[in-house]
């Protein structure tokens, strides 16, 4: 299945050619979770990537979608 | 360790050493502690009684990083209640090298008359009047003084806001470049300054009287350490020096909880144009700087300076907080209007978040229509003319619901919400109900216990304990002068180690790990004390009504925390 990922923080720059406006289409094994996807991109958990589709931050056992607009960003801990 | 007194009705400066009740409290610890014991809770905030206090962290002036916060302390004339609010740039570290813990603020000039507090490099302190510096803005102004006592001098200042005892009035003070853009912003301290007849305060950067070290080697030692948490943790090592705080715009949005349009969506359309990513792209593009040194010995660099189109600075540090106020609570999402707004503050000095919480709110009561920037920045330009519509925001976001008697009036005990929506963040809920100094996001910050998905933002269990551990951890990191963002290097053990062992190295001590929260619950005993005998009761540890009855979008949540429970957020 295909999920399209937009990647925030510094995550963009470890694509070459990534693009922020369009994100990125990512193909994963049909019901991946969170956790193979960021294997998968190799977002490591000592990095801190958080993952968020429709407003809700998901669980690393969190079973994705296909078609899933899949926004990751870096743990944050407030401003 | 020497507390300068200033009497601002004789205009008579004393050194004392500093008594024992207060020996080895710095930042937040010795302004709270002081208030709850010398200023009659129930005084007018904006009257003789009330003092200023102006204290270093207790690292502050030492070679470890990010230790350059100043606290400054006083009964607030915005909430009624004690209130803290303290801020970066170069002064804390200055205070630090001379070995002066404290200025203390007492009595009153007489009406019309202004003065400037100059500590020079011998730490010998004097009155000066200001007469020529009345209202002026603090850009004017921090430009005048440093010419007039050196560039190696930093300031705290307030403008005409602070003149005119506004309540949101800040107190504004120079960065490493010596502009003053960074803020004691929040609870009208600006207003308390001025009511003293205080215009600025000038400290030379070259004292070399500071306080000694009990083991200097050790202290050498843990500061290494330390510096290489904060290095080596991905926000402050990577995230912060790459983005700053407008980092936190994309995270925010993606959870649902940024408040928009006064805090009616949880998502504000369009955020990406306003977030910490489009950020550095328009500074980079533009030749600006997106990875300032903004405070003295920070490694983090989450500062930034915007510059216009044509490359000429407008504002440092264009900041998460003030993003949302002055952009996603108003739908203004254009950088430009949003930085400009930034400066108008700052040069005025009142607080961002306020201020941008009360332009929303009078946009919402159809006074201007959302998204309209030039309407915004008028509105904010009528607190430096002090006309009558000025001064109602300048009072801020509190002052400007009544004037519009308008239903949604996102405070707590009088002082603005911040960035974080208390129905899509639980736990952020109790932090700006419970407080002591009104809603506030530094007082206990939950949104790294969401992100590490140990607690569930949109559910009530377990909140009350993650806003008690962080109100309490909050109150012990303001003590010491380190800067909020780096102190979540804290959260690695290698971290909080080694900070535990400079501050040993600091004072000879044997602290153990549960030393540094007991000096938290301390603070936080004394300010609600001082709180409870000013006529606070947990009747007021409650959001306004709307947060608790209006469903926010896109999680069509309440605030789901019952009244018991709020009120058990302090059971220590
Ligand atoms: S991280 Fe930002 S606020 Fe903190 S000391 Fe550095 S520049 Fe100042």
Redesign the interface.
């Known amino acids: 299945m295909k999920v399209r990922v937009k990647l925030?923080?510094?995550l963009?720059q470890r694509f070459p050619g990534y693009h922020?406006e369009q994100g990125m289409e990512v193909e994963i094994p049909d019901g991946a979770r969170v956790k193979d996807l960021l294997a998968h991109l190799e977002i490591l958990k000592?990095?801190?990537g958080?993952v968020?589709v429709?407003?809700?931050?998901l669980?690393?056992d969190a079973r994705l979608e296909n078609g899933a607009e899949v926004?990751i960003?870096?743990?944050?801990?407030?401003? | 360790m020497k507390f300068l007194k200033v009497d601002m009705s004789t205009k008579s400066v004393n050194v004392e050493d500093v008594p024992q009740e207060y020996m080895g409290l710095g930042g937040r610890g010795l302004t709270s502690i002081m208030i709850n014991a010398e200023v009659p809770a129930t005084c007018d905030p904006l009257g003789p009684e009330n003092k200023l206090i102006v204290a270093p962290g207790v690292l502050s002036g030492t070679s470890l990083v990010n230790t350059s916060r100043v606290s400054i302390g006083a009964k607030s004339p915005l909430t009624g209640t004690i209130k803290e609010s303290n801020a970066g740039g170069t002064v804390a570290a200055a205070l630090g090298h001379l070995g002066i813990t404290a200025i203390i603020f007492e009595n009153q000039a007489p009406d019309g008359e202004l003065y400037i507090f100059r500590i020079d490099e011998n730490g010998d302190a004097s009155l000066i009047t200001a007469q020529e510096y009345k209202g002026m803005g603090t850009y004017a102004l921090s430009e005048k003084l440093l010419e007039t006592y050196g560039e190696k001098s930093s300031v705290l200042c307030i403008g005409p806001a602070g003149e005119q005892k506004l309540t949101a009035a800040s107190i504004q003070t120079t960065d490493v470049d010596g502009r003053p853009c960074r803020a004691a912003g929040r609870g009208g301290l600006g207003a308390v300054m001025g009511s003293k007849g205080l215009k600025a305060i000038v400290v030379d950067q070259r004292g070399k009287s500071a306080d000694a070290i009990a083991d200097p080697e050790a202290f050498k030692e843990a500061a290494k350490a330390f510096a290489k948490a904060v290095k080596e943790h991905?926000?402050t090592g990577?995230?912060l020096p790459?983005?700053g705080?407008?980092?936190?715009v994309?995270?925010v949005n993606?959870?649902?909880a940024f408040p928009t349009l006064n805090a009616t969506q949880?998502?504000m359309e369009g955020w990406e144009k306003i977030?910490?990513?489009a950020l550095a792209k328009v500074i980079q593009e533009r030749g600006g700087n997106p990875s300032h040194m903004g405070c003295a010995q920070c490694i983090v660099h989450c500062s930034n300076e915007f510059v216009d189109k044509a490359g000429k600075y407008v504002t440092s540090s264009l900041?998460?907080?003030t993003i949302w106020s002055m952009g996603g609570m108003t739908g203004i999402d254009d950088f430009d209007t949003i930085a400009q707004l930034d400066r108008l503050c700052d040069d005025i000095g009142v607080d961002t978040m306020d201020t941008g919480v009360a332009v929303a709110v009078a946009m919402d009561a159809g006074y201007k229509n959302f998204g309209d920037g030039e309407a915004a920045i008028e509105m904010v330009e009528e607190i430096g003319k002090g006309t009558e519509f000025g001064k109602i925001l300048g009072n801020g976001a509190a002052a400007i619901g009544k004037h519009f008697n308008h239903k949604r009036v996102p405070v707590v005990k009088g002082q603005a919400i911040a960035?974080y929506d208390p129905r899509a963040m639980q736990g952020n809920a109790v932090t700006y109900a419970t407080s002591p100094m009104g809603a506030d996001?530094?007082a206990g910050?939950v949104?790294?216990e969401?992100?590490?998905?140990a607690l569930d933002?949109l559910k009530p269990e377990g909140q009350v304990e993650a806003s008690r551990n962080t109100q309490i951890a909050m109150a012990s990191v303001d003590c010491t002068g380190l800067c909020?963002?780096a102190s979540?290097a804290l959260?690695t053990p290698e971290g909080a180690e080694a900070f535990l062992k400079a501050m040993n190295a600091k004072f000879g001590t044997q602290m153990g790990p549960d030393d540094i929260p007991a000096l938290g619950i301390r603070v936080l005993k004394e300010e609600l004390d001082f709180n409870r005998r000013a006529g606070f009761t947990a009747a007021d540890d409650r959001l306004p009504q709307f947060f608790y009855e209006e469903a926010l979008p896109?999680?069509n949540k309440v605030v789901l925390i019952s009244d018991e429970e709020m009120d058990s957020t302090f059971d220590f």
């Open positions: 925030f923080g510094i963009g922020h000592s990095f801190g958080v968020a429709e407003g809700k931050l669980a690393e926004n960003f870096q743990s944050v801990f407030g401003g | 991905p926000f990577q995230m790459a983005l705080t407008a980092g936190m994309a995270p993606s959870m649902g949880g998502v977030s910490g990513e900041e998460y907080e960035a996001h530094t910050n949104v790294g969401y992100m590490s998905r933002p909020l963002l979540f959260t896109p999680h």
